[in-house]
């Protein structure tokens, strides 16, 4: 290869065997252990840990796995952790992934960007943009949340290396009391950024840890969730948000189905560090990934994940609630976030019928007191209140649709 052109036979490229593609895009989460410690991980494993270390794929088990995808129709791949670039292979999974004609996005916290790496994305364009999670503005800041000494310069230094290079990426975050107060200023400073076209995200609501396997931990990361009023505020900011909000609930779906969302048809499944294809990156419960050490993701798709797109609570309290709940749309509770907090793929989750509840409340779908269950015309509610907002100002000659 010269640079980044090659000439080759388009007739052999694998993304043409394949004409009509059953995925277009893929996670793969190349390892759990990361080099920062966040208490308020729902995956991480420490940076040394040899047990999973010794349980991650190995190059050529992954390479396997992102030729089948190629062969399949995946257009995009998206490499997360962990920390992905603690893989010492890294460099060699990601070039062989460009070279199979894969876009690639990658997910990290840029301390372990080196000049080398800052090169290989210049050289050979990822093609979507790197995705860096912040945790403060401040050392103080940041390495109260990463529980890592020199975690601050490090990321910044990959931050600088990204700028020189030209390498485009974006920003984002995460709403954790320790850092609330510089949100503002991490705000203002993605803006300046030239790859940030629009404002920076924040994560709002923090997941348990998704394999249940530490309570302690979860227990603190329930701790550190903000309230569910504020919650709610931050995520109606936008007014644009806010149509889309009910517009979702004016669109309810099946009563008693456990996936109404991409999961049940397996849209963008997830592979994780020890070869295990999950319908989602969430989606965690051991009886519902395959193991791909043992098959392949043809046979995962053909015959193992269509059976979620039937599966049904039988779970009173999920048939009281969520299945007559016509905010359900709009709410964070699935079938993955369940079975973290509770171990089962139907417990309703308290603290999402609050943010949930309070959202609804603020864009006037429910009074105070009422619940989402007990309303038997939500889907009115709703669409009379889109009718307002879509009603043209006094003076306007638009028409409403």
């Known amino acids: 290869m010269d640079g980044f052109v090659a000439r080759k036979n388009i007739a052999s490229n694998p993304l043409w065997q394949t004409r009509e593609p059953r995925l277009s895009a893929l996670d793969i989460e190349l390892t759990e252990r990361c080099d920062n410690a ?81 090169a290989l994305f210049q050289r050979i364009p990822p093609l979507q943009k790197i995705e860096i999670t912040v945790y403060g503005m401040t050392a103080e800041t940041y390495e109260e949340v990463t529980c890592a000494p020199g ?91 806010r149509a889309d909000i009910l517009r979702l609930a004016a669109d309810q779906h099946g009563a008693n189905a456990l996936f109404g969302c991409a999961a049940g048809a397996c849209a963008l499944p997830t592979i994780d560090a020890r070869g295990r294809m999950q319908a989602c990156m969430l989606l965690r419960a051991p009886q519902l990934a395959y193991d791909l050490r043992a098959g392949s993701m043809t046979d995962a798709l053909e015959h193992f994940f269509p059976r979620l797109g039937w599966m049904k609570s039988e779970t009173p309290a999920f048939l009281r609630r969520c299945a007559r709940c016509f905010l359900r749309n709009i709410c964070d509770q699935c079938a993955a976030k369940s079975w973290m907090e509770s171990g089962t793929l139907d417990t309703p989750v308290e603290y999402y019928c609050q943010v949930t509840h309070a959202i609804a409340r603020q864009v006037g779908l429910l009074a105070e007191g009422e619940r989402s269950w007990d309303v038997t015309n939500g889907r009115e509610r709703a669409n009379r209140i889109l009718g307002g907002i879509n009603e043209p100002e006094p003076g306007s000659n638009l028409s409403t649709l």
């Open 151 to 241: 975690s601050f310069a490090e990321f910044r230094r990959g931050i600088d290396l990204l700028l020189a290079s030209g390498v485009p990426f974006l920003v984002k975050s995460v709403d954790l009391p320790q850092m609330r107060h510089e949100l503002p200023a991490f705000q203002a400073w993605a803006a300046t950024l030239p790859g940030m076209e629009l404002p920076a995200s924040v994560t709002r609501i923090l997941d348990l840890r998704a394999r249940r396997d530490s309570p302690a931990r979860s227990k603190h990361i329930a701790a550190l969730r903000g309230d569910p009023e504020e919650v709610a505020r931050n995520r109606l900011a936008s007014s644009n948000l």
């Open 38 to 118: 966040c208490q308020h991980c729902y995956i991480n494993l420490p940076q040394n840990d040899p047990t999973a270390r010794a349980a991650e794929l190995t190059t050529s088990e992954w390479k396997r796995i992102l030729k089948e995808a190629a062969q399949l129709g995946v257009l995009r791949v998206r490499f997360t952790g962990g920390e992905p670039l603690l893989r010492e292979d890294f460099a060699e999974l990601y070039e062989y992934a460009r070279r199979l004609g894969l876009r690639v996005t990658l997910f990290t916290n840029a301390r372990r960007i080196t000049p080398e790496l800052a």
